[in-house]
Every structure is written in C-alpha cells, then in structure tokens.
C-alpha cells in the first residue's frame, strides 16, 4: 500500500488546527506545543551499486506536546506526547543502490501512520514513560551522528540488522515502557522493554501495521529489552554511554543446524536459540569552543558487538566529527565528516558460500559520509551531502559506489 503525496496534507492539516488553537489559548496551562517537521530528500547515484539512478523521497512529522503545570505543589510533573508520521518518494537503497546499511535515515514504507504517543511522569529522581515508543530516540544514539544521512550513524548498525524488523526505531514504534534513574548529577541509567516486532510479521512485511495501530504483544514476538548506562565528566567535555540489548524471542542459528552440521548442506532447520543479545559502547569528546556557538568541535565513536552464531554482524562501529560555524559569516552552519565500518559475522559468511557458492561471500559494508547543514533562516536548514560505500551489500560483487544527496529541512 503506498502513500499518495496528497495524504502529507492530513499530518498538515491537523497541526495547522492544534498550532491554531494553541496560540488562542491565553491561559498559562496546561503548557501545549505543536509542530510540523518536514524533510525533502533528493538522491543521486554516479557509480556502482546495484546501478545508478536518482530517488526522490519526504517525510512529515507532525506532533503535538503537552506538561502540567509548573509551579504546582505537586512532586510529580507530567508529560505527554502524540505524533502522525507520512513517509512518500522512493529512496536509494531500495529503489537503485542496494547497500546494506540504507543510505538515507528517512526511507521507509510508504503510509501515514500514528507514530510515537506516550504518557511520562518524573518524580524525585525518577522518569517513567510508557506508550508506543522508540527505542532510536533515547538508547544507544550520539549527537554528532544525528547530522549524517546514512542510517548507520543513528540507530545502530549492530542492533538493526541483528533484531528482528530493526528493532523499536524508524519507522514504526513499539508498546513498551521505559524507565530512567538519575544516580548523580553525571550519571544515569536507563531501561526500556518493548514488544519484539514491530511490524506483527515474522516475514517482516510492513504492510501489516502500515497505520500504526496493530499491536500484538509478546507471545512468539518475544520482548526487546535495552539497558544503558550514561556518564559525562564534571566539565561536560566528555560524555559516555555503555549498554547492552536482549531479544527474549526464538533465533536460529545462520549456519548450523540442531546436530552442528551446516543447514545449508543438510537441508534441515537451523538450530534455535532462547534469545538473542548484543552489547555496546560510545564516546562523545568536546575538542573546542562551546555547543552552539562557531568554533564547537565535537568528536564521536561507537562500537558494538554481538554473538557470530545468530546474528547478521559480528561487530559494527561508527566514528565522526562536527564542526559549527565552519565558514565566515555562517555561524550555525555544521560540516560533518563521519565513517562506519559494518562486519559480516564468520558464520553468516559461511553460510552464504554454502548457499550461494557462484558470488563472494559477505564480508564487510564501510560508508564514508560528508555532509554540510547550512541554516536559513528560524525554520529552514538546506543539507548537501556526499557517501562513499565499498562493498554495497556486503560484498565485492557490487561495485563500490558514490552517491550525492540534497535535503530540504522545514520546522514549524
């Protein structure tokens, strides 16, 4: 089922209403907020890949916030928060490219959906949020890699591909809850379970919950289950985050079956096990100037690993660097120069040489991305970029590729 350029009206609509009648309200609470994000994609493919082509893709985020009153005498503060996502246009990866590690972090399937909605509470030291959630927008994530259009850089490459339908991230929120606990000024912990699959398809067909409300709970979905541990230097120069993710779910095997034998050779099933897991850690390093302002320059690296026997990857990692204001008279403007480096685990490696002996064998995928954000104005950021993918797919049999893309980012 696609979704007709038209239906970016109805995110349009509703919060053109909400922003109406929001101004409108005079009263100091409730505190609501709304807002229209927009981004407009153009891509073109000059060499390798699948082969080359161009693509044309949007998104439009439209939502709406709400806390309770500040000043109250009560020790709890509420927020909650709902939003209406369209994804139109084809993008790169699946409409020419054929990368591994999807080249723009706003392809999706094509619908209108009911995105993320959630209820939060803060009390004391403590945050609760439960409703649809992304797991995307609070674990494993890095500022510096938000500015790169790669999927790699932000939700990781060792998660996604080793979950099932990529875990509670874009494009489709998870039921879940998620807890957090501030242990000191510097340090916090947070968990977040959420269902299994996101999609309510083992087969990964995104049609099923192309509108964002089938929800199927558990069963032989399973739970993912991330923990994290965050920490920053007194200073704030130096920023941490280590943790670890659990799939509760049934995974076979990618290259053995229940006796050990390959099931590629035996032709019997894949051997199963009880769950899936992975772990991680990154680094965020302030090299100069203050956040914000010309002359910040940030550094990043992030690297996670999981286990040979059930997973796609046997580690990825991702490392990059931001600098603001990096022109004369251009003092918001960002240039980001980022690389990452996805590893094919020796077992689903293995495995695809028994299956497909006429093609190499996966290997790696390595993405080296530079990209410039450039502010127009209070709403609009114009964002020129180029990638440089070796190995797209996974292997040497596609040509290493370079792909030049242009984004268009409105807020309201």
Known sequence: MKACPWRLCLPLTVVFFLCHSARGAEAPAPAFQAGLDVTL?????FRGGAHTGHSAEALALSHL????PAGGNSPVAWHAYASVLTLTGEGPSGHFLGDFLAASNIEGYHSTRLY??????EFALWSVRVGALLADEEFAGTDVGGHFANSAFGWPAFISANTVN???AFFVAAPGIRIARTLNANLTWRLGVYDGDTFDSTSGDPAINHDGLHYRLGGDQGWFIVS????????GLTRWKAGTWWHTATCPDVYRDANGRPFAQSGLAPKNYSSNQGMYAAIEQTLAGKSGE??????????????ADRNTLAWALDTGVSCTGPLPNRPTDVFSLGLTHALFSADF???SRLSTPGDPAPTYEQVIEATYSAEI??????QPGVQFIRHPGGSSLLRDALLCTFRACLSF
């Open 228 to 235: 994290e541990l965050a920490a920053k230097s007194s200073s």
């Open 377 to 382: 104005g209070g709403h609009l950021h114009l």
């Open 116 to 121: 993320s909605w959630w209820l939060e509470s």
């Open 166 to 168: 990529t875990g509670p």
């Open 65 to 68: 916030a709400w806390q309770s």
């Open 349 to 351: 490696a293995a495995n």
């Open 41 to 45: 994609e153009a891509t073109a493919g």
């Open 294 to 307: 010309p002359g910040h320059i940030d550094f990043y690296a992030r690297l996670g690993g999981d286990l």
